[in-house]
Structures are given as C-alpha cells and as structure tokens.
C-alpha cells in the first residue's frame, strides 16, 4: 500500500491510497494453481470538511476465467455533504453532526468459481478389454463448458444519513 495526504490552504483535503496485491496458491495434483491479482486506487477530496468526494477503482485478475475474460475492472463514486458544518448550522445546538451522503459503484466477484468451467470436459471411465492384451478406455462426457463464463458482479446504490444529537 502506498498512501498520501495533503491539506491545502486550510479547506481542501487531498488523499490517495493505491494498492497491490497478489496471491498464489500452489496445488499438488489434478488441481490447477490459485493466481488473483487486484491493483486498487481510492482519492478522496474535501472543500472545507463541508463537500466531500470519493473515487475508486478496482482492476482485478484471476485465472478461473479464459484469457479474454481474465480482467475486471470495478469503480465507485460517492459525494457526501456535511451540512453540520455549514455556517447557518452553527447555532443550532441539538445537532453536533449530520452527513447526506450518496454513492454508486460496480463491484466484482469471482469467488468460489471453479477452474476451466469455459472448457467442456471428458474424462476416461474404467478400462473395457475386447481381445487379451487390448484394453480400450472409453472417454466419458463430464460437462458442457460455457464459453461466455465470466465474473459476477453487482451494481451497488447506497445512500443514507448520518447523525449524532445531543451528544
């Protein structure tokens, strides 16, 4: 993680966070390696602890899924207004903070996905013997592969209040 963090002028706020990480699980067997790989990016900006704004983005890999299909990339927006902190709220001393706040984003999934499910399978089942010394190993249909699997995601909406009175 790299971080950074900047006030300006006494009003506006800057930060950053970008990240790295990446997993690899190695698998004995018939089993194929884990490989997930996620490169994030979040900035915050606030004008005055009043107006606040929020960006991220989410590039993520995982090898579940065929090469073309092996990428996502996820994002979110979010605004928030700090009305507490408004000059024609100073007086009113029931309210110590009250935040509006709305956001949107477009979230990823690869989760439990099994390995080469875009892939139809066959597998060999049992040995059959025709003639001594011929033995033949009949290829069984294991599953249709689905060429258009990739990841699972979710468009997100949240908005909400936030409050503290008469604290």
Avoid at 20 to 25: F, P, T
Wanted: hydrophobic share 35%; net charge positive.
């Amino acid at each position: 993680n790299v971080g950074y963090a900047r006030t300006l002028n006494n009003v506006h706020d800057l930060s950053a966070v970008a990240a790295y990480r990446y997993i690899k699980s190695e698998n004995s067997g018939s089993t194929q390696d884990l490989k997930d790989q996620n490169t994030t990016l979040r900035l915050n900006y606030s004008y005055d602890k009043r107006y606040i704004v929020e960006a991220s983005l989410a590039l993520m890999s995982s090898n579940r899924f065929k090469k073309s299909e092996r990428h996502f990339l996820g994002y979110a927006a979010s605004a928030a207004w700090v009305i507490s902190n408004e000059v024609f709220m100073r007086d009113a001393g029931s309210v110590d903070f009250l935040k509006l706040r709305a956001g949107y984003g477009r979230l990823g999934y690869a989760g439990d996905t099994g390995y080469f499910l875009y892939r139809t399978a066959w597998s060999e089942d049992g040995t059959y013997s025709f003639t001594p010394g011929y033995s033949n190993r009949p290829a069984v249909f294991t599953r249709l592969g689905n060429p258009c699997l990739s990841w699972g995601y979710s468009d997100a909406v949240n908005v909400g209040t936030e409050g503290r009175f008469l604290t």
